[in-house]
C-alpha cells in the first residue's frame, strides 16, 4: 500500500535550519509530483511546496520562497524539504503528500517548531 513517512523535525532556534525527509513506497515514486504542506497551531492546512516527478518544476508559497528548497532522490524513493533562515511563524506540522492512482495520501507528519 502507499506510505509516505516523515522525519526530520525539531526544535531549532530562529534563523536556523532543518531538512525533512518523506521517505515513500508503495507507488512508483517517480511519476508522482509531491508537496510540502503545514498546518500551524489552531490553524488549517497550508500548501508550502511542490515538485513534478522528474524534479525539474519547483513551486513554492510566497511565505517560504527563497528561505525553502524542495527536492527529491528518485532512486532513494525520498522526498526532501531544506528550510533555511526559520521563523517562529514556520512553526507547524509538516506533511508530505501525493495524488497517487486518483486519491490522496498523506504522512504522519513531523512537528517543526521555531522558538529561542
Known amino acids: 500500500q502507499v506510505q509516505l513517512v516523515e522525519s526530520g523535525g525539531g526544535l531549532v532556534q530562529p534563523g536556523g535550519s532543518l531538512r525533512l525527509s518523506c521517505a515513500a513506497s508503495?507507488?512508483?515514486?517517480?511519476?508522482?509530483?509531491t508537496n510540502w504542506v503545514r498546518q500551524a497551531p489552531g490553524k488549517g492546512l497550508e500548501w508550502v511546496s511542490t515538485i513534478n516527478n522528474d524534479g525539474v518544476n519547483t513551486y513554492y508559497a510566497d511565505s517560504v520562497k527563497g528561505r525553502f528548497t524542495i527536492s527529491r532522490d528518485n532512486a532513494k524513493n525520498t522526498l526532501y524539504l531544506q528550510m533555511n533562515s526559520l521563523k517562529p511563524e514556520d512553526t507547524a506540522v509538516y506533511y508530505c503528500?501525493?495524488?497517487?492512482?486518483?486519491?490522496?495520501?498523506w504522512g504522519q507528519g513531523t512537528q517543526v517548531t521555531v522558538s529561542s
Open positions: 508503495g507507488f512508483t515514486f517517480s511519476t508522482y509530483s
Open positions: 503528500h501525493s495524488f497517487v492512482r486518483l486519491r490522496d495520501y
